[in-house]
């Protein structure tokens, strides 16, 4: 930002903390000769990342006017409705310090399913640069040697975006878009294909053993 010929510090955190959230790495930026030229966002936040607090809120709309008040590298804002997906059992207060050596990183990424690695001493809230949508995204983990395969409730953060809590150890998260519909619809399929082959060898069978005059 310039002022009476001075630069002033910008800092991109407080001035557009949503595209950061939402992991946006580059802007187009126009030029004074008329052309485009990308610049990178070094404020973007990253594909996931640990946060140490939630901010409840009512609804909704106090979710967006949270946005812009919070740190949200440390925090996320929550609709009460989700609150019971992201509660932490812990038997002792946990300081901050213990979270440092904390991680969570993206491995893979597909249309069909997104990869996570986790390494964290005690049970913390993740999230993901994703948007929340309810109706097919599943969570999944199993620790390094690909066992204990469980599934893990998601909830709605930070109004669009999607958060889990972890549990303590080393994990794989895969992140599945597995709608329950396309699982009934191909149900069906298999069921209506049986039962058009069943009729289909009995028409032949019928055919094949009926005497002709």
């Not at 126009?30 to 901010?55: E, H, I, R």
Request: aromatic share 10%; glycine share 4%; net charge negative.
């Amino acid at each position: 930002m310039q002022t009476n010929g001075f630069m002033l510090p910008c800092n991109g955190d407080s001035i557009f903390p949503v595209l950061n959230m939402l992991n946006m790495k580059y802007a187009i930026v126009p030029l004074q000769n008329g052309s485009q030229m990308p610049v990178q966002n070094p404020y973007a936040m990253g594909n996931c990342w640990f946060v140490d607090s939630l901010m409840v809120v009512d609804n909704a709309n106090d979710e967006i006017a949270a946005l812009s008040q919070i740190d949200l590298h440390t925090t996320a804002v929550v609709d009460k409705a989700f609150t019971n997906k992201l509660n932490i059992s812990q038997p002792y207060v946990v300081p901050l310090m213990a979270f440092a050596d904390d991680q969570i990183e993206l491995t893979t990424y597909t249309p069909r399913y997104i990869d996570y690695h986790a390494e964290n001493e005690h049970n913390r809230r993740a999230v993901f640069a994703e948007i929340y949508y309810p109706h097919g995204w599943k969570l999944y983990i199993w620790d390094k040697d690909g066992k204990e395969e469980q599934e893990l409730s998601l909830a709605r953060v930070n109004y669009m975006l999607r958060a889990a809590v972890i549990p303590a150890g080393s994990h794989h998260l895969r992140m599945v878009f597995a709608p329950d519909s396309v699982r009934k619809g191909n149900i069906l399929s298999l069921v209506c294909f049986a039962i058009m082959l069943l009729t289909l060898c009995g028409v032949i069978g019928y055919e094949t053993h009926t005497p002709r005059k």
